[in-house]
Each structure stands twice: as structure tokens, then as C-alpha cells.
């Protein structure tokens, strides 16, 4: 139904089931790139000549969009960057270096793991890992017990495992935490693409975003600061746009957001990032939804009737990611003979190494859906693996 939205789908025949890495872009999103290079093209907030007036309105008016989308409560609160990975590095060295002790899940991403380990932290030395029992459920009598014993922790929590497409409560981990003086950051990266997410209902502290895993272009993504911490988070980087004075004596910063937007910004992706937050409001979470229950309940029940399928978790607590191995098959394998069957997904530990050696794999094969994902598409993926799997098994 959507699929004549995105030209990938005009141009490829492909079937396109790696959402999960990255999404197809709508062309909105493309012409908006395209305009601001050809009609527009300049700095923002420098110049005062006309089109680099046009570029800072259209900068700008990208956060009031990704403002109100999550329902944050200032335009201040939203601050661009790189994506998901910058803006947890972000937080990690500029905030929450001061913690004597972080948690995380057992689910993280790389961005969500690495960084801590770049501040010296493993487990039990100023880090935590929140257990999550056989079918990858978070733990929460385990966290409370974290909490318990590490009071005022920061706690760094994915919203959506990207490996697995496990969605943790985060209304709840973050009311848990806030009661025992922890702050929460939310590794939103697999959120807006597939959930409505609200700022004021989940009361995290700081949420990140991806643009490229919601339609928008590669390099570029947003970090939620609620207020009361903008007079308290410091500049990850600093230089042009974030001085208001300088000279060889010291410098003076502005105000949130221009203080932690140092140098030129990913311009034409901000504003792609915009205009695919429009399309996502055009589009609606309740026809998103629909469309992607309808077709991940289809997935799982093709892919059920395949013999020798492994599941590591409750799928039905699941949303974009579904995640599958075969008994006595090496998943790579799979992944080799579908691509040559026009299949795009991903096989691999899909950067979530830790998960994957506590379940004594070494990866697995991953199926991640969008709103643009119909029936047809399973079945071309579900004929592939049959075909697949004959050969291997022969």
C-alpha cells in the first residue's frame, strides 16, 4: 500500500526485510535533500541573505516538529547529532561520566555497552547488567535490586532490542528508577519507526534517537534533554555556532540547543529528518500498527511451520525484529543463498555480542519489518528459506 511512496521499491526487486539497519526513505524525504541543495543551499544561523535565512527556518522548524512528534515540553530539549550512537557518547562523557555506577540491560546495543567500557567500567565496577530470564524478559525485581544497592545511578536503557525486537516497559523501568534518585536515558533507535513514544508518559530523562531507522536520512539523529538538565549537561564538542562571546581571555556559550550543536550541522538531513516525522504524522501510528501486527503475526506463523526453527524469546512481546536460527544450520549460510534469492536481512550478532554469547550462539538470522511490509513480502522470504534450507540440508 505504501510501497509507491518510496522509489527503492520502483527501482529494486529486491525484497526489503533489514528495516532494522536502516529504513528505505520516502520521497518527501528525498526531494527535501534535493531541494536544499539545488534551490537553498546555504549555511544556518550565521548569514542573514536570504537563503541562508530559508535553511535556519526550515533547521528550525524541524525541532518544533521532532518536539511536538514526541511531545517534549520546549523546542530546547531537542538537540541534533550524528544519530543514536553520538548521542548516547554525548550523555555518557559529558553527564553521565560522574555516576559512580550505570546500569544497562542484558539486551544493549554496542552504543548502549562500548561506551561505558571506554570510561573504564565493567561489571561490578561501575557497571550493571540487569538479568532477563530464558525468553529475554528484563528483570525487574533484579533491577530494584541494582537500584537498591547503587542509590542516584544513571540508568541506560534500549527501548526496543534491535537484535530481538524485545520491548521493554519503560514507563515502568523509569518510574522504578526515578524512585530510588536514578536518571534514565532511553536508546530510542528502533522506537519511532514502528511506536508513538511521549516524552510526558514515559518521564525519561534523556531519550535518543535515530533519523536513518525512521525514514530519514543516514547521519543524523536527536537527543531529548528534559529541561531540568540543560543548565547541567556540558558541550560534548564546542566552536562555531555554540559561543555567544569570545575572546583570548575565555568564551561565553548560548543558550540549549545552540550550545550542544557545535559546527555545521547535518543541514539537509535535519531537514529530512523533519519531513519524515511529517510523513510518519501523515501515515498514523494506528495504520503503522495494524499494518505491522497484521504482517509480523503472518511472519510468525510462516516461519513456525519450518522445520527445526529456534526462537530465543517471547515474540509476542515483540515488535519490527523477529529473530530465528535453524538446528544444525550455520546462520551466515542462510544468509549467503537468500541474498542470491533477492533477500535483504540481516545474519549476524547484529551488534549485541553479550546477548548472544549468554545464549551460546554466535549470532542469528534477523527479520525486520516496516509499515511498508506486506504479505507477498513474507511469502518471498519464506519460499527463499525453504529453498534455503533443502540445499543445506541435502
Same mark, same amino acid.
Request: aromatic share 12%; with cysteine; charged share 25%.
Given at each position: 500500500?505504501?510501497?509507491? /511512496?518510496?522509489?527503492?521499491?520502483?527501482? =529494486?526487486?529486491?525484497?526489503?526485510?533489514?528495516?532494522?539497519?536502516?529504513?528505505?526513505?520516502?520521497?518527501?524525504v528525498i526531494?527535501?535533500?534535493?531541494?536544499?541543495?539545488t534551490?537553498?543551499?546555504?549555511?544556518?544561523?550565521?548569514?542573514?541573505?536570504?537563503?541562508?535565512?530559508?535553511?535556519?527556518?526550515?533547521?528550525?522548524?524541524a525541532?518544533?516538529?521532532?518536539?511536538e512528534?514526541i511531545?517534549?515540553?520546549k523546542n530546547?530539549?531537542?538537540?541534533?547529532?550524528?544519530?543514536v550512537?553520538?548521542?548516547?557518547?554525548?550523555?555518557?562523557?559529558?553527564?553521565?561520566? /560522574?555516576?559512580?555506577?550505570?546500569?544497562i540491560?542484558?539486551?544493549?546495543?554496542?552504543?548502549?555497552?562500548?561506551?561505558?567500557?571506554?570510561?573504564?567500567?565493567?561489571?561490578?565496577?561501575?557497571?550493571?547488567?540487569v538479568?532477563?530470564?530464558?525468553?529475554?524478559?528484563?528483570?525487574?525485581?533484579?533491577?530494584?535490586?541494582?537500584?537498591?544497592?547503587?542509590?542516584?545511578?544513571?540508568? =541506560?536503557?534500549?527501548?526496543?532490542?534491535?537484535a530481538?525486537?524485545?520491548?521493554?516497559?519503560?514507563?515502568?523501568?523509569?518510574?522504578?528508577?526515578?524512585? %530510588?534518585?536514578?536518571?534514565?536515558?532511553?536508546d530510542?533507535?528502533?522506537?519511532?519507526?514502528?511506536?508513538?513514544?511521549d516524552?510526558?508518559e514515559?518521564?525519561?530523562?534523556?531519550?535518543?534517537m535515530?533519523?536513518?531507522?525512521?525514514?530519514?536520512?543516514?547521519?543524523?539523529?536527536?537527543i531529548?534533554v528534559?529541561e531540568?538538565?540543560l543548565?547541567?549537561?556540558?558541550?560534548?564538542?564546542?566552536?562555531?555556532?555554540?559561543i555567544?562571546?569570545?575572546?583570548?581571555?575565555?568564551?561565553?556559550?548560548?543558550?540549549?540547543p545552540?550550545?550542544?550543536?557545535?559546527?555545521?550541522?547535518?543541514?539537509?538531513?535535519?531537514? *529530512?529528518?523533519?519531513?519524515a516525522?511529517?510523513?510518519l504524522?501523515?501515515? *498514523?501510528?494506528?495504520?503503522?500498527?495494524?499494518?505491522?501486527?497484521?504482517?509480523?503475526? %503472518?511472519?510468525?506463523?510462516e516461519?513456525?511451520?519450518?522445520?527445526?526453527?529456534?526462537?530465543?524469546n /517471547?515474540?509476542?512481546?515483540?515488535?519490527g525484529s523477529?529473530?530465528?536460527?535453524?538446528?544444525g544450520?550455520?546462520?551466515d549460510?542462510?544468509?549467503?543463498?537468500? /541474498?542470491?534469492?533477492?533477500?535483504?536481512?540481516?545474519?549476524?550478532?547484529?551488534?549485541a555480542?553479550?546477548?548472544?554469547?549468554?545464549?551460546?550462539?554466535?549470532?542469528?538470522?534477523?527479520?525486520?519489518?516496516?509499515?511498508?511490509?506486506n %504479505?507477498?513480502?513474507?511469502?518471498n522470504l519464506?519460499?527463499?528459506?525453504?529453498r534455503?534450507?533443502?540445499?543445506?540440508?541435502?
Open positions: 500500500m505504501f510501497k509507491k /511512496d518510496f522509489p527503492y521499491f520502483s527501482n =529494486s526487486d529486491i525484497t526489503y526485510l533489514d528495516n532494522g539497519a536502516t529504513t528505505q526513505k520516502p520521497k518527501v526531494d527535501s535533500q534535493i531541494d536544499y541543495y534551490k537553498y543551499c546555504a549555511n544556518t544561523h550565521r548569514s542573514n541573505f536570504g537563503d541562508a535565512n530559508k535553511a535556519t527556518r526550515e533547521f528550525e522548524n525541532r518544533k516538529i521532532l518536539k512528534f511531545n517534549a515540553s530546547e530539549e531537542i538537540i541534533f547529532t550524528k544519530g550512537t553520538e548521542s548516547i557518547n554525548f550523555i555518557a562523557s559529558s553527564f553521565a561520566v /560522574d555516576f559512580e555506577t550505570v546500569i540491560s542484558s539486551l544493549e546495543h554496542h552504543s548502549n555497552v562500548v561506551p561505558w567500557h571506554m570510561q573504564g567500567r565493567t561489571i561490578g565496577k561501575g557497571l550493571e547488567v538479568k532477563c530470564d530464558d525468553r529475554l524478559n528484563f528483570d525487574m525485581e533484579h533491577f530494584e535490586e541494582l537500584l537498591k544497592a547503587n542509590p542516584k545511578a544513571f540508568v =541506560s536503557i534500549t527501548h526496543i532490542s534491535n530481538f525486537g524485545e520491548i521493554h516497559d519503560i514507563k515502568a523501568i523509569t518510574k522504578l528508577a526515578h524512585s %530510588y534518585g536514578a536518571v534514565v536515558l532511553v530510542g533507535a528502533q522506537s519511532l519507526a514502528h511506536l508513538k513514544v516524552m510526558q514515559f518521564d525519561c530523562d534523556f531519550f535518543a535515530s533519523g536513518h531507522k525512521t525514514f530519514a536520512p543516514t547521519g543524523v539523529g536527536a531529548y528534559k531540568q538538565y543548565n547541567e549537561l556540558k558541550p560534548y564538542q564546542t566552536g562555531g555556532a555554540t555567544h562571546e569570545v575572546d583570548f581571555y575565555g568564551s561565553t556559550l548560548l543558550d540549549s545552540y550550545k550542544f550543536e557545535a559546527g555545521t550541522q547535518n543541514i539537509a538531513g535535519v531537514i *529530512g529528518f523533519g519531513k516525522i511529517e510523513y504524522s501523515h501515515v *498514523g501510528y494506528a495504520n503503522i500498527e495494524t499494518i505491522e501486527n497484521d504482517v509480523y503475526k %503472518y511472519l510468525r506463523n516461519l513456525e511451520k519450518l522445520d527445526g526453527i529456534i526462537f530465543y /517471547d515474540i509476542d512481546n515483540c515488535v523477529l529473530s530465528f536460527n535453524f538446528e544450520i550455520v546462520h549460510d542462510i544468509g549467503i543463498l537468500i /541474498d542470491k534469492m533477492k533477500i535483504a536481512l540481516r545474519v549476524g550478532h547484529h551488534c555480542q553479550p546477548i548472544m554469547k549468554q545464549l551460546g550462539i554466535k549470532g542469528t538470522i534477523r527479520v525486520s519489518i516496516a509499515f511498508y511490509n %504479505y507477498k513480502d513474507v511469502d519464506i519460499n527463499a528459506l525453504k534455503a534450507l533443502n540445499m543445506l540440508r541435502d
